[in-house]
């Protein structure tokens, strides 16, 4: 199976969510299914909002295109 998040994001996350002590040494074993679902969830609304910016963004730009 491919990577779908960055090392990096998944600190980010992780230190975000309050949890980044436990990853800190690269091993995630002590993380629970709980905050790999949060996890899971953040990631999802970070991505969706940074579409909605985007979108947001493009269609401002075709506004003033006009």
């Keep these: 199976m491919g990577k779908v998040m ?3 994001t998944k600190d980010k996350l992780a230190h975000d969510l309050g ?3 436990k990853v800190e040494d690269g091993n995630w074993d002590d ?3 709980g ?4 996890m899971v969830r953040e990631a999802i609304k970070r991505g969706e909002q940074a579409v909605a910016e985007e979108a ?3 269609g ?5 295109a006009k």
């Design 6 to 8: 960055s090392k990096q």
């Design 19 to 21: 949890f980044g002590a």
């Design 31 to 33: 993380v629970t299914t």
């Design 35 to 38: 905050e790999i679902g949060s």
């Design 56 to 58: 947001k963004a493009n």
């Design 60 to 64: 401002a730009a075709h506004q003033n």
